[in-house]
C-alpha cells in the first residue's frame, strides 16, 4: 500500500505534521477513496500515484482544506502546536493545473501580488525569482500572452519560492518541455529540506524525490 523507494533521515520531531484518521470522500454514491490512514512529516516528498481520474486532486484539495472529507478528520500541527483548518492557508503553497493567474498582470504585477499575501522564502527578491525562473526578458509582458509551460514555470516558481510549511504539486510536469521540466527536477532536489512536499502523479519521473508512494487506488 506504501512503496518505501529511498532514505532520508526526518527529523526526530518533526515541525509540521498532517495527519489523516479514517478519510474518505464520497461523490453521490460513489466513493472515490476511503479508510485512508497516513501521516506527513516534514523532511519528505510524498506521492500520490494512480490513473487518471482516480481521485489524487480531490485528494489533494482536501488535504490542503478546500474540500471537507465526507468521512474521517485531518490534523495539522506546527512545533506540537494544533493549527485550525481556517488557518492552513498561511502554511501552504500550490501549483496545479487548474490553477488561474492573472492574464491581465506583467509578470512582475503577478510577482507583486502574491508577495503581498505571502512572505518569500529566503527572502530572495521578486527580480531574483524572474532570473531563478529563467524569465526575465517576460517580465513587462502579460501573462494572459505567456505561453503554457511558461504559466507552469510560472505557477512552480510560486509554489517553491513561498514561505509554505508543506508545498502541494498536482501533476507538476504539466505543459514543461525537457528543459523545463529539467528545471522544475533542480527546483524540488534544491527545496528547502524541511518542508513537506506531496506530489499527486502518475508520472514517476514528476517525483523521483519521493520517500513514500500512496497509491490511491488501495483506498477504494
Known sequence: MFYHLNSST???SPSFILTCHGLGKR???EWIFRRLDFTFQSGNVYAITGPNGSGKSTLLQILWGQSPPTTGTLSY???????????VYNHISI???YMDLID????QEQ???HFKMKSMRNQISIDELIEQMFLTDARDKFIGNFSSGMRQRVKLGLAFYTEADVIFLDEPGTNLDKQNFEWYLTQLQNRD???IVIIASNNPEEYIESTDQLNITQFK
Do not use: C, G, H
Not at 77 to 87: F, H, Y
Open 10 to 12: 526526518p527529523s526526530t
Open 27 to 29: 461523490f453521490n454514491r
Open 77 to 87: 500541527q506546527k512545533d506540537n502546536t494544533v493549527i485550525p483548518v481556517e488557518d
Open 95 to 97: 501549483a496545479t493545473p
Open 104 to 107: 491581465e498582470f506583467t509578470l
Open 111 to 113: 510577482l507583486e501580488f
Open 193 to 195: 529540506k524541511s518542508v
